[in-house]
């Protein structure tokens, strides 16, 4: 449908929300496909081959046809390399998906984005941030060089953020940013 000239032109941006509910569905597209219960029972591998290829050429297919895509995942904690002052690993929040579609997402995305909300015991006032810098807390990452860490979450900050970084790098390197 998305292919459709008349969807491209009320449409712009796909949302995928989330993601992993999205791959779950193309597991079982796949098992359907197959006529089998579980993608171990495809030999030799090529369900999970067969599996990362429809996940990855469907999301492929759609930036070739010039949608935006953003992939929404929940978070997880996971142990990182880092220890506190006691020596105890440190737990960060990092996307809640299964291993090949971080890897499928991962190489398709400008920024991984990890929204928080920060409390302000002086005031009571709560604020909504989106971070996108990697902390021992936190994965998180970008492709732009100067976008900055932490962003009060607005669709206009993070478009206005990205341009600032974007011109940033341009005057660094001599380049100039014409759309």
């Not at 400008?110 to 709560?126: F, L, N, R």
Request: charged share 25%.
């Amino acid at each position: 449908q998305l292919k459709d000239p008349k969807a491209h032109e009320l449409y712009e941006t796909i949302i995928i929300d989330t993601v992993s509910i999205s791959y779950a569905l193309c597991e079982k597209y796949i098992l359907s496909q197959q006529m089998v219960s579980q993608i171990s029972e495809i030999g030799y591998g090529k369900g999970w081959n067969m599996l990362k290829d429809e996940f990855e050429s469907t999301f492929r297919e759609l930036t070739q046809q010039g949608y935006a895509l953003v992939f929404i995942a929940h978070s997880k904690t996971r142990q990182t390399e880092y220890t506190d002052e006691d020596g105890n690993a440190i737990e960060a929040y990092a996307p809640d998906l299964p291993n090949a579609a971080y890897q499928i997402c991962n190489r398709m995305v400008d920024v991984i984005g990890y929204i928080g909300v920060e409390y302000d015991m002086k005031t009571g006032e709560s604020h909504r941030y989106l971070y996108t810098r990697g902390t021992p807390h936190i994965f998180a990452g970008s492709r732009y060089r100067y976008l900055a860490p932490k962003i009060p979450l607005s669709y206009q900050n993070l478009v206005d953020a990205i341009a600032d970084a974007m011109e940033k790098e341009a005057n660094e390197t001599g380049t100039q940013v014409v759309d």
